[in-house]
């Protein structure tokens, strides 16, 4: 039966346009077909993230992919498997429907976030690569599972605030929701009629050519990759090889042919005006701002190797800093030693990227109080008391999830954490545990609801840093536990929470939501942890800066340095007054006041360029360097450009039709590109195959015999000397 309310829909146009107003609670949603591929999409996805996750350049296989690929999937075994049932279950319930393909993306989406942007696994590579712990995979389990099932029940429980108002809109979710309608429908979602192929033979296509093309810049010809073609000319000029190089330089040349390098730092699907508020701060800030601080030697960064690109931190003889020489055999800081070896050193990139982050935490409170106060207070308002929307009201026919199954969730993995830093040495002691819980938990609601109305989520990471960092100084494990129960425990919620409202969208029974989740977590964190095992088991110096097939794990690299600054050294150490960065302190008021200023401009002149100005988005959008460079940034902006603006602009019927379809095909192409040249070509017979042909010849080698590539610094300092 199909439920169906005439003239009955959401009071906001931007759902209306994605999102029916009608339901059919007989389609099939929990069936073995959807576990079997939703699981082993979970499988593969957690698998093939956290394997690229410790590589650079790397690719992420995202949801887009899954809901893509998982289609045909669908169909076929719709059309192939024969319609009996095995034990009671049918093994083909009928044409492969919606509600099952939307229950598939869902586990691939928790699968890929678990993998790509939860710091739990840093954690575990962190304690073994720079503090030599190595605990028992029982205590690495309990960790992940913990960090992960307790965010979900966190947004589980605060579904009544951030996903069955109708206006908590979650406009991330919409395009998801138009891409579903749009396969199930067999019709063309768009401007007009766009003839040519179908969406699933162009994704095909360019698929295949995405993986055959990442052959030449990633194996046969490196120098595509890092195509800073001006130091090639002059390779031992090191101001030419500081301003074009891509390697520990600023990035001029401008190009490169490694689709994994143009996506590094996401996808080109970002609408044009943010883009162009990325650029236009990268611009400003590491080509203008970057250059005056280095070469006026602002906190002695001529004497560095690294201007750019350095993921890493440096003693006062400009070598990497040596954080076994300042610690007690269990990772806490020992004074005396510090005192006796040096104050920690930042490139002039990584310095300005952390004062960056600061200014992003005032900038976007700030910015969203500015300008969203009116309508967040009146939703918020509203969210408390409206009435439900027709999706509410469709919901209401299935079963509903008690909420002491999400608090028995909590409970659990709440029990679960203890055990894991109490009987394991951590330094983290439980009252910390419980500080960190509450701040994700009294955060989420506020961030959740900005995150609903404006599509920003304020980062809670600063802000967990410096608590324990205060709190718990010269205790690193205790620092990275803390920052991830804190900041990425809500930031999973929210995740959660989106796919919350993205079965709430598509009419996904409630308890076919939380097992489907909770499963698929459990799943992927644990998949994650065996890909991990088998990495430092088997790669040859996995995560030294040079691991031959690029497994360097740059942002493993960038979560230890943090756990330098403020757990081992401390932030009182290093941004407290008198103290070497102190100056950075100054960006929380920066951006404080940089909104205000285009707040008050658009009072005077409403319809000025300064309304497409988000310094949120500016200063937020630059943060993923380190480890992202200007390699990564520079062709992202350009292809942006090409495809945001220009086609999208001139042929807004193919861009509608083909650009998502084409930013998920090419990153699935390159990572199974990727694959199969580590598993076919670098990791059999020790790295020898091509040793003396195709990785010596000048192709794959011109890139690092520069100036640029072996990261000379401006000054030398004379033998025995220090700076500082």
């Given at each position: 039966m199909i439920y169906v309310y005439v003239e009955d829909d959401s009071p906001y146009p931007e759902v209306r346009s994605a999102v029916a107003n009608t339901d059919d609670p007989s389609i099939p949603c929990n069936s073995f077909r959807a576990w079997i591929i939703g699981l082993s999409w979970a499988i593969l996805t957690a698998g093939l993230n956290q394997f690229f996750f410790f590589r650079y350049p790397t690719v992420t296989i995202t949801s887009i992919a899954a809901q893509l690929l998982s289609f045909p999937v669908g169909c076929a075994w719709a059309k192939v498997m024969p319609n009996v049932r095995v034990l009671g279950v049918k093994l083909n319930p009928g044409p492969f429907s919606i509600k099952e393909h939307v229950l598939i993306t869902i586990m691939a989406t928790v699968a890929g976030y678990c993998a790509c942007f939860d710091h739990v696994t840093d954690i575990i590579a962190v304690q073994r690569v720079y503090y030599g712990q190595r605990y028992s995979f029982v205590y690495q389990w309990m960790v992940v599972m913990s960090t992960q099932l307790i965010g979900f029940s966190i947004g589980g429980i605060l579904r009544r605030f951030l996903v069955q108002p109708p206006s908590m809109i979650w406009?991330?979710?919409?395009?998801?929701?138009?891409?579903?309608?749009?396969?199930?429908?067999?019709?063309?979602?768009?401007?007009?009629?766009?003839?040519?192929?179908?969406?699933?033979?162009?994704?095909?296509?360019?698929?295949?050519?995405?993986?055959?093309?990442?052959?030449?810049?990633?194996?046969?010809?490196?120098?595509?990759?890092?195509?800073?073609?001006?130091?090639?000319?002059?390779?031992?000029?090191?101001?030419?090889?500081?301003?074009?190089?891509?390697?520990?330089?600023?990035?001029?040349?401008?190009?490169?042919?490694?689709?994994?390098?143009?996506?590094?730092?996401?996808?080109?699907?970002?609408?044009?005006?943010?883009?162009?508020?990325?650029?236009?701060?990268?611009?400003?800030?590491?080509?203008?701002?970057?250059?005056?601080?280095?070469?006026?030697?602002?906190?002695?960064?001529?004497?560095?190797?690294?201007?750019?690109?350095?993921?890493?931190?440096?003693?006062?003889?400009?070598?990497?800093?040596?954080?076994?020489?300042?610690?007690?055999?269990?990772?806490?800081?020992?004074?005396?030693?510090?005192?006796?070896?040096?104050?920690?050193?930042?490139?002039?990139?990584?310095?300005?990227?952390?004062?960056?982050?600061?200014?992003?935490?005032?900038?976007?409170?700030?910015?969203?109080?500015?300008?969203?106060?009116?309508?967040?207070?009146?939703?918020?308002?509203?969210?408390?008391?409206?009435?439900?929307?027709?999706?509410?009201?469709?919901?209401?026919?299935?079963?509903?999830?008690?909420?002491?199954?999400?608090?028995?969730?909590?409970?659990?993995?709440?029990?679960?954490?203890?055990?894991?830093?109490?009987?394991?040495?951590?330094?983290?002691?439980?009252?910390?545990?419980?500080?960190?819980?509450?701040?994700?938990?009294?955060?989420?609601?506020?961030?959740?609801?900005?995150?609903?109305?404006?599509?920003?989520?304020?980062?809670?990471?600063?802000?967990?840093?410096?608590?324990?960092?205060?709190?718990?100084?010269?205790?690193?494990?205790?620092?990275?536990?803390?920052?991830?129960?804190?900041?990425?425990?809500?930031?999973?919620?929210?995740?959660?929470?989106?796919?919350?409202?993205?079965?709430?969208?598509?009419?996904?029974?409630?308890?076919?939501?939380?097992?489907?989740?909770?499963?698929?977590?459990?799943?992927?964190?644990?998949?994650?942890?065996?890909?991990?095992?088998?990495?430092?088991?088997?790669?040859?110096?996995?995560?030294?800066?040079?691991?031959?097939d690029g497994f360097i794990c740059p942002k493993t690299e960038v979560f230890g340095t943090a756990s330098f600054i403020w757990g081992v050294i401390g932030p009182q150490r290093q941004f407290s007054s008198g103290q070497v960065y102190h100056a950075l302190v100054y960006f929380f008021l920066f951006g404080a006041i940089c909104p205000a200023i285009t707040w008050l401009i658009l009072l005077k002149w409403p319809n000025s360029f300064i309304r497409y100005v988000n310094f949120p988005v500016i200063f937020s959008g630059i943060e993923a360097i380190p480890p992202a460079s200007a390699v990564n940034y520079v062709p992202w902006t350009i292809v942006g450009f090409i495809f945001q603006y220009y086609i999208r602009r001139r042929h807004f019927s193919w861009w509608t039709k083909y650009n998502y379809v084409l930013s998920a095909a090419m990153d699935s192409?390159?990572?199974?590109?990727?694959?199969?040249?580590?598993?076919?070509?670098?990791?059999?017979?020790?790295g020898t195959i091509g040793l003396s042909t195709v990785h010596s010849w000048w192709g794959n080698t011109v890139y690092s015999n520069t100036a640029d590539g072996k990261s000379r610094p401006f000054l030398t300092l004379p033998e025995g000397s220090t700076f500082g």
């Amino acid at each position: 039966m199909i439920y169906v309310y005439v003239e009955d829909d959401s009071p906001y146009p931007e759902v209306r346009s994605a999102v029916a107003n009608t339901d059919d609670p007989s389609i099939p949603c929990n069936s073995f077909r959807a576990w079997i591929i939703g699981l082993s999409w979970a499988i593969l996805t957690a698998g093939l993230n956290q394997f690229f996750f410790f590589r650079y350049p790397t690719v992420t296989i995202t949801s887009i992919a899954a809901q893509l690929l998982s289609f045909p999937v669908g169909c076929a075994w719709a059309k192939v498997m024969p319609n009996v049932r095995v034990l009671g279950v049918k093994l083909n319930p009928g044409p492969f429907s919606i509600k099952e393909h939307v229950l598939i993306t869902i586990m691939a989406t928790v699968a890929g976030y678990c993998a790509c942007f939860d710091h739990v696994t840093d954690i575990i590579a962190v304690q073994r690569v720079y503090y030599g712990q190595r605990y028992s995979f029982v205590y690495q389990w309990m960790v992940v599972m913990s960090t992960q099932l307790i965010g979900f029940s966190i947004g589980g429980i605060l579904r009544r605030f951030l996903v069955q108002p109708p206006s908590m809109i979650w406009p991330s979710n919409l395009v998801t929701c138009a891409l579903f309608n749009t396969l199930h429908s067999q019709t063309y979602a768009g401007i007009g009629t766009r003839g040519g192929i179908s969406r699933e033979s162009f994704f095909y296509y360019a698929w295949i050519c995405g993986a055959l093309w990442y052959f030449v810049p990633g194996y046969l010809f490196k120098g595509l990759s890092y195509f800073s073609w001006v130091c090639w000319i002059a390779p031992d000029n090191i101001v030419v090889n500081q301003m074009f190089g891509y390697v520990s330089g600023l990035g001029m040349s401008m190009v490169t042919f490694d689709w994994s390098q143009i996506t590094y730092i996401g996808r080109f699907l970002t609408c044009r005006w943010a883009e162009a508020n990325i650029a236009v701060g990268f611009i400003f800030f590491f080509w203008l701002v970057v250059p005056a601080l280095y070469y006026t030697n602002t906190w002695n960064s001529k004497y560095m190797p690294h201007e750019i690109s350095s993921r890493t931190s440096f003693d006062n003889t400009g070598a990497s800093y040596n954080i076994t020489r300042i610690i007690n055999s269990d990772a806490s800081l020992n004074l005396t030693a510090y005192e006796a070896y040096s104050p920690l050193f930042l490139s002039t990139t990584f310095a300005l990227s952390y004062g960056l982050s600061f200014a992003s935490i005032t900038a976007t409170l700030t910015h969203t109080f500015l300008f969203f106060r009116k309508q967040i207070w009146v939703q918020s308002r509203r969210s408390m008391h409206e009435q439900p929307d027709i999706h509410a009201r469709l919901m209401s026919k299935y079963k509903q999830v008690p909420e002491w199954w999400y608090m028995i969730v909590f409970l659990i993995m709440f029990v679960i954490g203890i055990i894991s830093i109490e009987l394991w040495h951590t330094e983290f002691p439980v009252w910390a545990f419980v500080l960190s819980l509450t701040i994700a938990f009294s955060y989420a609601i506020p961030i959740g609801m900005i995150q609903a109305l404006t599509n920003q989520q304020v980062g809670l990471n600063v802000i967990t840093e410096l608590v324990v960092g205060y709190a718990l100084p010269g205790r690193p494990i205790a620092m990275m536990m803390f920052k991830t129960w804190g900041y990425i425990t809500m930031s999973q919620a929210l995740t959660f929470t989106a796919d919350f409202k993205l079965g709430h969208y598509m009419k996904i029974p409630p308890r076919t939501m939380f097992w489907g989740q909770v499963v698929a977590a459990a799943i992927a964190g644990t998949v994650q942890l065996g890909v991990q095992a088998w990495m430092f088991s088997n790669i040859p110096d996995m995560c030294s800066t040079n691991q031959k097939d690029g497994f360097i794990c740059p942002k493993t690299e960038v979560f230890g340095t943090a756990s330098f600054i403020w757990g081992v050294i401390g932030p009182q150490r290093q941004f407290s007054s008198g103290q070497v960065y102190h100056a950075l302190v100054y960006f929380f008021l920066f951006g404080a006041i940089c909104p205000a200023i285009t707040w008050l401009i658009l009072l005077k002149w409403p319809n000025s360029f300064i309304r497409y100005v988000n310094f949120p988005v500016i200063f937020s959008g630059i943060e993923a360097i380190p480890p992202a460079s200007a390699v990564n940034y520079v062709p992202w902006t350009i292809v942006g450009f090409i495809f945001q603006y220009y086609i999208r602009r001139r042929h807004f019927s193919w861009w509608t039709k083909y650009n998502y379809v084409l930013s998920a095909a090419m990153d699935s192409g390159v990572g199974i590109s990727i694959i199969l040249i580590f598993f076919c070509l670098q990791y059999p017979q020790n790295g020898t195959i091509g040793l003396s042909t195709v990785h010596s010849w000048w192709g794959n080698t011109v890139y690092s015999n520069t100036a640029d590539g072996k990261s000379r610094p401006f000054l030398t300092l004379p033998e025995g000397s220090t700076f500082g």
